[in-house]
């Protein structure tokens, strides 16, 4: 397959003598900047069992004349055999990109970089050069007919979400003596448990309050009684708290928690160690943040082509 590739490569460049200039000078480049090395006479005679051989092919942008950009195929196949398919998991070292996007949105202005020719310069041991894959996936395979269908029913919903706007930063006026809260609103019902997080800036008379993230979870095939998943759905509350303290630089002087579950807040206010195992290891869980459990917000089915609903009544419980 790569021989046969080659082949058609070489061809086409012999009829494109700038195509054949601009990939030369390509390889080059990558040579000199250590991407790639020309194999030579021993290693080109050794064979082994697990080779794999990467085709290659050039993309041009008519847009961009005189730009030329070298694929990789690694989604190749040979004999049904892809060669990711035999590419073991590394750890994640990348940041979470939920927490980039609030330290960007503290201030009215921000400044972001990107890594130029990044998967160039990953560096693969000598001993995993040679990969031989394996796997069987038609990437033209056509869905059955119920997934078909709710995936059709999701692009027809996806161009309303362009009217859904969110602002970048999270407050207009900016202040250092400005007072920082974090309310936390927890809910759930029959379908699923969310919780949704606002800061809250208070400076004088002046206060303005900003969506700072949501968490939403859907309910468990078995089956849970609502207040149970107004529980799950407080701890969802808890652990979103805590990661947004924990990714901000902002000074939040107050965390403050919401729920209109009276059974959620008997539980708060219980020995929860008397308490069955589910209740007992979720009310610890919340009691490492110390703060208030009032009042209400509703979980809702709603989509974004559905308008956004005034703010509902707040129900405060002692």
């Given amino acids: 397959m790569a021989l046969k590739r080659y082949a058609c490569l070489k061809q086409k460049m012999s009829k494109d003598p700038v195509l054949a200039d601009a990939v030369n000078a390509k390889m080059e480049e990558y040579k000199e900047k250590g991407y790639i090395r020309r194999i030579n006479n021993a290693e080109m005679m050794e064979k082994y069992a697990n080779d794999w051989y990467l085709p290659i092919f050039p993309v041009t942008n008519p847009i961009k004349s005189g730009k030329i950009r070298m694929v990789f195929d690694a989604a190749a196949k040979v004999n049904v055999n892809l060669s990711t398919h035999f590419s073991l998991l590394g750890p994640i070292c990348w940041p979470d990109y939920v927490p980039s996007c609030w330290k ?29 894959p394996d796997g069987t996936l038609g990437w033209d395979q056509e869905l059955d007919g119920g997934i078909a269908d709710k995936w059709t029913t999701w692009l027809g919903v996806l161009p309303a979400v362009q009217k859904v706007t969110v602002p970048r930063c999270y407050r207009h006026l900016y202040s250092t003596s400005a007072k920082i809260e974090l309310h936390l609103f927890c809910d759930a019902n029959e379908n699923g448990m969310t919780a949704l997080a606002y800061l809250r800036f208070e400076e004088g008379e002046n206060i303005e309050c900003a969506l700072v993230g949501s968490k939403t979870r859907v309910a468990p095939l078995k089956c849970l009684s609502i207040p149970r998943l107004e529980l799950q759905a ?84 002692a």
């Fill in 234 to 317: 407080a701890v969802i509350g808890a652990r979103l708290a805590n990661t947004i303290r924990r990714c901000h630089r902002l000074e939040i002087s107050r965390t403050v928690f919401w729920t209109d579950s009276r059974n959620v807040l008997s539980w708060l206010h219980s020995d929860h160690m008397r308490n069955n195992q589910f209740v007992a290891f979720r009310v610890g869980e919340l009691w490492k943040s110390k703060d208030a459990w009032p009042a209400d917000i509703a979980a809702t089915k709603d989509t974004a082509e559905e308008p956004p609903q005034k703010s509902r009544r707040t129900t405060h419980y």
């Fill in 104 to 132: 960007f949105r503290e201030f009215r202005f921000g400044v972001v970089g990107d890594i130029c020719e990044m998967f160039h310069r990953v560096g693969i041991k000598k001993e995993d050069e040679s990969v031989r």
